[in-house]
């Protein structure tokens, strides 16, 4: 296992498993997290863009977790958008997992690490970097972020290369997403929307008697539980508000 793609087989991940193929990397393997809040119908994608990578040498893997359920019930908290430490999702959902089994299965830690990582996605990624030769996030092996400087038109170009479908809308595998605009959330589908609720439901209240939801009350108009907020991305826009995000390359830009 010389190169370990990232990947949540979104566009910027299929577009680096493209770019891998055309430069015949050698020993490529393909890693996807298991987060355990994937849209319902996303597992079929995941299935489509694993058979596809298989066709050309690559090496598939999914990487375990204990879920996003459990985790609310473990910390007895959600977890929060933003991109710091209360966003606790993404090291324990991916990072976490993602050392635990690098070590496993790369215990000299030879391999080097890509992401579909480009600086255009987001203000937060403006500065990723290319290259970094000792990434903690990946337990110390190097860490290539190959297309940081690819815009949009020459990330799709290398989609539309593929037998995947190019997405209007970023990777779902957290779904959804902590940092989720209202004009996702508006679009929210039955499935993923009962998901929330029961998760709320069992979460019940802190010690402070507040409702322990999905989505903070201050940043949706008041609204408590994913109902209310839904409804309020209906009649209201978050497009003048700024988020910070996440610029860890761990999950969608």
Known sequence: MEHLIFASYGNDS?????????????????AYSETGWAAEWWLGRVEQAEAWAQTLGFVTHRIPSEGMAALVERKKA????????????TEALKKEPARAWLALHDPAGETTCLTGVRREESENRRDAPEHVLASEDHGGRELWQPLV????????????????PLLPFRSK??????????????????????????????AGVNSKGNARVMFSPARHGGAIGIDAVIEDAKHNSDELFTTAGCASGWCAG
Not at 177 to 200: F, P, Q
């Open 14 to 30: 299929i577009a680096l498993i493209q770019w891998a193929h055309e430069r015949a990397l050698p020993g490529v393997h393909v």
């Open 78 to 89: 959600w977890p929060r958008g933003g991109g710091g430490k209360y966003q606790f999702c």
């Open 149 to 164: 400087r690819h815009t949009a038109a020459e990330r799709d170009a290398l989609v539309l290369k593929t037998p995947m």
């Open 173 to 202: 595998e957290c779904y959804p997403c902590v940092n989720a605009r209202k004009g996702e959330l508006k679009l929210l589908d039955s499935e993923a929307r009962d998901r929330v609720h029961r998760i709320e439901v069992r």
